[in-house]
């Protein structure tokens, strides 16, 4: 079964930065959209930031001006750059890619960890 693969969390102090990456055997231009979610405990998952196949963007509004998501084709992955983080951004963030609002192409990963603290 086709899966993605999250990875480049890690414990972070507020105000640094830390760069995710997802990773599928799929091509990713082959999709209509990717997008990076995120849940903290007890919380339910949301969605932080989307890019389409033509890339354009769009992303939650606390996470706007300090997130970006991009694609990487020759590497074949979807990053999520984030900087300037704060410790109401830790949560275990997923990447796949959305059939509208409650579908996904993909079986969803096991998520890489983002801890931030004060």
């Known amino acids: 079964q086709v899966q993605v693969a999250e990875s480049g969390g890690g414990l972070a102090q507020a105000g640094e930065s830390l760069r995710l990456s997802c990773a599928t055997s799929?091509?990713?231009?082959?999709?209509?959209?990717w997008a990076w979610y995120r849940q903290a405990p007890g919380e339910q998952r949301e969605l932080v930031a989307s890019?389409?196949?033509?890339?354009?963007?769009n992303y939650v509004d606390s996470v706007k001006g300090r997130f970006t998501i991009s694609r990487d084709l020759r590497k074949n992955t979807i990053d999520l750059q984030m900087e300037g983080l704060t410790p109401d951004d830790t949560a275990a963030y997923f990447c796949n890619a959305p059939i509208g609002e409650t579908r996904f192409h993909f079986p969803w990963g096991q998520g890489t960890q983002v801890t931030v603290s004060s």
């Open positions: 799929r091509e990713i231009a082959r999709y209509k959209a």
């Open positions: 890019i389409s196949n033509d890339d354009v963007t």
